[in-house]
Every structure is written in structure tokens, then in C-alpha cells.
């Protein structure tokens, strides 16, 4: 960071306030002492107004947080634990298969009767699933999440995203209906998506391409999966920011194509990004990438200068602002951590190397990626015990396709209506880079050390602390002896 900027403390002053009601609830009624806050802060001389506005914009967001945590604890169905009933739901996910059951997301509409609005997890037997957006009627038990085991906690998982019972179906009905408003279009946007991206294709390219368009690692094996998280190549099937550039940027090269002014083509560009987030769901990943695109296109209608720091910050508050708990969601702290690192290590990784025979591109993600696991390491241990060594060789031999392969999936999408074709020919093609992802995960999974676990991931966590802190200070002291 070049310097800090009062609208960076304003930012982290409310990011700060909703992380603390994590830890402790504001009451609701200090919502009243605001205003006084708030004149108080107005009538401080002029060179303490921005301490101020710190702390007004810290309450606010601690008061904000606290509201939104107490919304989201609140469950009328905890009083029907154990009970059966009837209910209406809407399914608002993609089902997941387990090795028992399989498992959705839904809102509960009306149960026994009465009218609802609560979040639910929703547990068939394995076989057919209803489609998302559908409104089903069904016969279920209502129950409690799991408790703590083999290290995963589902009750606490599913409480922060405002879940806090399951429903056990034994037997449901569509009832043809579909949800509607922004909720429907998302759905609708997704079938095509899903559809229109990836035509003709099946099995595992399929899968893959799913995965890094969409989200959705549900059509890949259980030993692909692990290969994923071995190989250090999981984060691709977890929509990123890399989607969010591509499509925004390809928006603005096609507007140019065709002649559109560029004020448009940006309004078009922070639509396409708005119908992506629909599509995709609120992923912090996508979120975060969505509002930093978002801010670009809007600073330059605006002509205002884009700050990295400021939209970063931005995108936090906007997430946490949502939901409080999601500070404790695996991927907010991995995406926002891969972003700092960045922004911080990859200038001075990319210095180191200049004056060595390494081509620029192969530097760059080189760079990339060993600043973004050596950040992500301590995190991966902490929250699933494993950290993959070989992460930094695996994103390097993808690296070079990946932009390609969503560069090709978004343009299949958008020929498939009009010149169907051609999109199924750029489909195939994209299956051959899926498939030598795919290739990838497996050569560098299949290596005995490509991840540790127990005491050995707490070791190389701590090799990666160590290893971040020691190429700070060594890169902090080399840029003060060069000014």
C-alpha cells in the first residue's frame, strides 16, 4: 500500500464494527445513541472529525452486525425438533450427494399449516432430486444438524449460514411451480449457463468445466475431488475473481467490436457481472470479485481513480454487512487472504526475479502462486487439517489454460443460441483443456508428499508464517537501502 487514506480507515472502521459483533451483540436499542454519536462527531474540531467518524462508523457496524446475528439465530422451527409435518419449500441450491443421502438447500414456506420463512437444510434419500427454484410439497421430520465429528462440526457450519434444522424428507411432490423475483431469474440464468457452456460435452470434462464455471464440483468423482485438494487445485472449481474479469472484460471488447459507446459498454459490463452473481450464487469469492468489478466500471464512469485498497475493503463490508459469521467462512479468509498476498508479495517475488532467464508470463504465475499459498497454508490447516505442498507446480502447469478455458466456456455460452455449431466445436476444444487440468490434478495428487496432514500441515504452516515474515522484512529492508 502506498499510503493510507481516510476512506481505508472509514472502510476497515465498519468492517471492524461488524466483525465485533461476532464476539459481542450490541443491543438493538443503541441504535437511539447514534444520532448523538453521529452530532457529536459533526461538532469535533476539524482535525479529530476523522477519529469521529472512525468510531461512529465502528458502532454502526457493530450495532449492524448485531442485528443481523440476532436475524439470523432466529428459528421458529427449533420448537418442531423431532416433529413430522407437511410443508411447502422452496428449493434455493443444488442437491449434494453424500454416501447416504442427499442433501439441499431450501426455504421453508409453510410447515403444518403455518406460514414461514426460515432456512433449512433438506435430506433425501439418494435417487432423484427436485430442481432448484422448484416449490415442493413434502413430508419430512424436522431435526437437528449433526454435532461435531471427524472434525466437522455441521451444526455450527449450517448455524452460521443461518441454518439451524434439518428436514428429513421421507416423500415430496413438485408442485410445478418455480420461484420468481431475482431469486428465479438466478435459476434460470444457471440452467442456461449450465446448459448453453458446455454442449455436448459429458463425464468428467463436463464436470471440470462446471466446476470452474459454475461453482459446482458435484459431477466430479470422490478420488477426482481428492485430487483436486491434493494437487492444491481446488480453488478452481470455487468461482473466483478471474471469472468475474474475464466476462466484464469480454463485455467491453465486444461492446468496442460493434461500435458501443464505452459508457454503455461499462453499464453492460457491471450487468453481465450482476446476471453472474445471480447465476453463481453469493460466493465470497465472487462477491468480492464482483464488487471490485463493479467499482471499476462505475470509477470510470464516474472518472474517479480505482483504489485496489478501497474496493478490497469495500467488498469485505459488503459481505460481513450480509452475514457477520461469514468472517469464519473458510472461503471469505482463503480468498481474501490469496488477495493480500497479492497485493503485497507479488511485486517484490516478481523483483527477485528479474535478471533470471524466466519467461515473464511463467514469473508472473510463479510469483502468484507461491505468495498465494504461502498465505492460504496457515488457513488450510486450520480449517481442514491438510496443506498441499505441491501447490505452487500445479497452479504454474494450469496456469496458462485457465484464463483460455473460461474465455472459451463464456463464448460457447453466448454462440450456442445463435450459431449452435460452433459452439459445440469451441465446447469440444474446451473439453481438451479440462482434460489436461484434469491430467494435472491426478500427475501431481499421485506424488507421495503433494499433501500433509496432522503435525505435518501444522509444520508447514508454520514454515509458510515463517518463510512470509522473513521475505517481508528482507524485502522491506532492500527497498529502504534503494530510497
Same mark, same amino acid.
Given at each position: ?14 468492517? %471492524?464494527? %461488524?466483525?465485533?459483533? $461476532? ?5 438493538? &436499542? ?24 472512525? =468510531?461512529?462508523?465502528?458502532?454502526? !457496524? ?7 446475528? $440476532? ?8 420448537? &418442531? ?35 414461514? $420463512?426460515?432456512?433449512? &437444510? ?43 434444522? =434439518? ?24 440452467? *442456461? ?6 454442449? !455436448? ?6 464436470? #471440470?468445466? $462446471? ?24 480453488? %478452481? ?18 461492446? *468496442? ?57 469495500? @467488498? ?10 461469514? =468472517? ?37 504465475? @510463479? ?6 499459498? #504461502? ?25 496458462? #489454460? ?41 500427475? #501431481? ?39
Amino acid at each position: 500500500m502506498s499510503r493510507l487514506l481516510p476512506a481505508h480507515v472509514l472502510v476497515a472502521a465498519a468492517a %471492524l464494527g %461488524l466483525v465485533a459483533s $461476532d464476539l459481542l451483540r450490541l443491543r438493538v &436499542q443503541a441504535i437511539l445513541e447514534l444520532p448523538a454519536a453521529a452530532a457529536g462527531a459533526l461538532l469535533l474540531p476539524v482535525a479529530a472529525r476523522l477519529a469521529g467518524a472512525v =468510531v461512529l462508523l465502528l458502532l454502526l !457496524g457493530w450495532w449492524w452486525g448485531s442485528v443481523r446475528l $440476532d436475524t439470523l439465530d432466529r428459528s421458529p422451527l427449533l420448537a &418442531q425438533v423431532g416433529r413430522a409435518g407437511h410443508a411447502l419449500v422452496e428449493v434455493t441450491g443444488a442437491p449434494r450427494v453424500g454416501r447416504f443421502d442427499l442433501r439441499q438447500p431450501g426455504r421453508v414456506r409453510v410447515f403444518g399449516g403455518q406460514g414461514l $420463512d426460515e432456512r433449512v &437444510q433438506l435430506e433425501f434419500p439418494l435417487g432423484r432430486a427436485p430442481p432448484q427454484g422448484a416449490l415442493i410439497d413434502l413430508l419430512a421430520v424436522v431435526r437437528l444438524p449433526r454435532a461435531s465429528a471427524d472434525g466437522f462440526d455441521e451444526r455450527t457450519w449450517l448455524r452460521r449460514q443461518g441454518i439451524h434444522v =434439518v428436514l428429513r424428507v421421507d416423500a415430496w411432490k413438485d408442485t410445478g411451480r418455480r420461484r420468481g423475483g431475482l431469486a428465479g431469474a438466478g435459476d434460470r440464468l444457471r440452467a *442456461w449457463l449450465r446448459r448453453a457452456s458446455v454442449p !455436448g460435452l459429458a463425464g468428467e470434462r463436463r464436470a #471440470v468445466l $462446471d466446476g470452474v464455471v459454475l461453482g459446482d464440483d458435484n459431477g466430479l468423482s470422490p478420488e477426482l475431488q481428492q485430487a483436486f485438494r491434493r494437487s492444491g487445485l481446488y480453488h %478452481l472449481l470455487a468461482v473466483s475473481g478471474q471469472n468475474v474479469v474475464l466476462l466484464a472484460a469480454g463485455m467491453l471488447w465486444l461492446a *468496442w467490436a460493434v461500435g458501443i459507446p464505452r459508457a454503455w459498454a461499462h453499464a453492460a459490463a457491471v450487468g453481465a457481472i450482476l446476471a453472474y452473481v445471480l447465476a453463481v450464487g453469493p460466493q465470497p469469492s465472487v462477491i468480492r470479485a464482483a464488487v471490485a468489478g463493479a467499482a471499476t466500471s462505475v470509477a470510470w464512469l464516474l472518472s474517479r481513480e480505482r483504489d485496489p485498497w478501497h474496493v478490497l475493503l469495500l @467488498a469485505a463490508v459488503v459481505l460481513l454487512a450480509w452475514n457477520p459469521y461469514t =468472517v469464519a467462512d473458510a472461503g471469505f479468509q482463503l480468498s481474501f487472504a490469496a488477495v493480500l498476498a497479492i497485493f503485497l508479495a507479488v511485486r517484490p517475488l516478481l523483483r527477485t526475479l528479474e535478471g533470471y532467464p524466466v519467461p515473464a508470463r511463467l514469473g508472473a504465475a @510463479a510469483a502468484v502462486s507461491a505468495a498465494c499459498s #504461502v498465505a492460504t497454508a496457515p488457513i488450510l490447516w486450520l480449517q481442514f487439517g491438510a496443506v498441499p505442498l505441491l501447490g505452487i507446480v500445479a497452479n504454474v502447469l494450469v496456469e496458462p #489454460v485457465i484464463a483460455t478455458l473460461l474465455a472459451l466456456a463464456f463464448a460457447t455460452a453466448a454462440l450456442d443460441p445463435v450459431v449452435p455449431s460452433l459452439a459445440a466445436a469451441l465446447a469440444s476444444l474446451n473439453g481438451l483443456l479440462a482434460a489436461y487440468v484434469v491430467f494435472c490434478a491426478r500427475a #501431481v495428487a499421485a506424488v507421495p508428499f503433494a499433501q500433509v496432514r496432522g503435525s505435518g500441515a501444522a509444520i508447514a504452516a508454520a514454515c509458510s508464517l515463517g518463510t512470509a515474515a522473513y521475505a517481508w522484512r528482507r524485502w522491506r529492508t532492500s527497498s529502504n537501502r534503494r530510497t
